[in-house]
Structure formats: C-alpha cells, structure tokens
C-alpha cells in the first residue's frame, strides 16, 4: 500500500519561506513522478507542480512559478517543495501526491495523496 506523509507546514509571514517535506513508503519510489496540489480555504485542488522520477524534469503552475522548487532524495524516499517569496494567496494544505509513471504529471487529481499540511501566510 503505498503512503505519502508531509511535513513542514507552518505559519508564515509574507515574503517568508516553508520546506515542505513528504516521506513515501509502499512503492519503487524512483519509478514514479512526485507532485504537490494544494487546497485553499473554499476552493477547489490546484496542481502546484511535480518532479520526474530521476528528478530531472520539474514543472510548475504559473502561480508559484520562480517561487517554489519541488526536489527529491531517492536514496531517503523523500520528496520537498521549497516555498520562497510566500504570498497571502499561498494559504492552503497542502498536499503530496505520486504520478502514474517516472514522467512528470500534471492535474493527476485521482492518484493517491498524504493527509496534507496546513500552510498560512498572514502579517
């Protein structure tokens, strides 16, 4: 059974920064594209971005684009997401999330997910 876990959600001024963190166990971790979604408060999912298997290929949404870095440790089974530059709009839970094969995915919204971190920009 695979299981996704985070880490690292916090409270956060703007302008601050969070590491996000998720642990996966239950697969062959660098078969597999890794993402984060997240969930704003009355909003539906949005797909923040995602990692290939070998870590090479990165994409982002546009909202976080220059802002966030999705890295992995396939050694540790583990991957990150990096929030630089946090913005109010950043609010959410965020989530960690496996794609279908080693490529990198995008809105796989039906692929399993960790119980989500909260993440709350505010002065």
């Known amino acids: 059974e695979v299981q996704l876990v985070e880490s690292g959600g916090g409270s956060v001024q703007p302008g601050g920064s969070l590491r996000l963190s998720c642990t996966v166990s239950g697969l062959t971790f660098d078969n597999y594209g890794m993402g984060w979604v997240r969930q704003a408060p009355g909003k539906g999912l949005e797909w923040v971005g995602a990692i290939s298997g070998g870590g090479v290929v990165t994409r982002y949404a546009d909202s976080v684009k220059g802002r966030f870095t999705i890295s992995r440790d396939n050694a540790l089974h583990m991957h990150y997401l990096q929030m630089n530059s946090l913005k109010p709009e950043d609010t959410a839970v965020y989530y960690c999330?496996?794609?279908?094969?080693?490529?990198?995915?995008?809105?796989?919204?039906?692929?399993?997910r960790g119980q989500g971190t909260q993440v709350t920009v505010s002065s």
């Open positions: 999330t496996k794609c279908p094969d080693p490529a990198v995915c995008w809105e796989s919204y039906d692929s399993p």
